[in-house]
């Protein structure tokens, strides 16, 4: 701990058998990237905030909207026409001041994915598109970097944890690509609110190497059937992203 005011701040996480002293330094110490800043990252950055991870980097060049508001917390009315990016920031370090956070614009490529992830511990996808989704995976795995997959439809979700080497990757799940269509996205929004905290959940367990996170398992909510299901994601040993990568 650097300060008094953080000792006081992180007093209950510290308190954790799990944690400790020792594993809410390293969460101070982590380096957590971001990308978007939407309905998802709106809980999974405001918690992983909130967890004390040191330095958060968030990638997004859309402004914010009216319509983004029913889910994304991270902004609000008075930010209409500002960048989410930088709306982002703000909140954030008015949570906590003394969390560093990066701001990149959007990252079009795998390639662009992977330069930007270089010195980052973990990748968070509130992303809200397949394209992305394949080129987050592709980016990670050529950089050994763990990674959260997250993704909302009206009421339901999905999460996935994917670590390079240790099993299956977002291809082996989604093998072809399903396309992204024109048409609006229904969300209700409690949906990315919820699944975004199971990611910074997932991040944080990951960051100190305790519990079971979702490696190999795909966690579907149902939140008008108030149902949480977990489903087994083996590794496709042709899979063209990781089939050679791992055991």
Excluded at 171 to 195: E, Q
Aim: proline share 6%; hydrophobic share 45%; with cysteine.
């Amino acid at each position: 701990m650097t300060s008094t005011i953080e000792e006081k701040r992180f007093l209950r996480q510290i308190a954790l058998p799990e944690v400790g002293r020792e594993g809410q330094a390293r969460l101070n110490g982590a380096k957590v990237f971001i990308v978007g800043a939407g309905g998802l990252a709106s809980s999974a950055a405001y918690y992983l905030a909130a967890a004390g991870i040191g330095t958060l980097a968030i990638a997004d060049d859309d402004c914010v909207e009216e319509s983004n508001l029913n889910r994304q917390i991270l902004h609000d009315a008075s930010r209409i026409g500002m960048g989410k990016a930088a709306s982002a920031r703000m909140t954030l370090q008015a949570l906590h001041p003394a969390l560093a956070i990066d701001l990149y614009p959007r990252l079009a490529t795998a390639q662009a994915m992977a330069t930007a992830f270089r010195g980052y511990d973990l990748v968070v996808d509130c992303t809200d598109n397949y394209a992305a989704r394949y080129h987050i995976n592709a980016a990670c795995l050529e950089g050994g970097t763990p990674w959260i997959h997250g993704a909302v439809f009206g009421f339901e979700g999905q999460t996935m944890t994917i670590i390079p080497g240790k099993g299956p990757c977002y291809r082996c799940l989604y093998a072809a690509h399903p396309g992204d269509g024109d048409a609006v996205v229904p969300v209700m929004g409690v949906s990315p609110g919820i699944v975004g905290i199971i990611q910074a959940a997932e991040a944080i367990k990951v960051i100190l190497g305790i519990g079971s996170p979702l490696v190999g398992r795909m966690l579907y909510v149902d939140l008008l059937a108030m149902r949480f299901e977990a489903f087994s994601v083996p590794k496709d040993p042709n899979c063209p992203d990781c089939g050679s990568v791992g055991p």
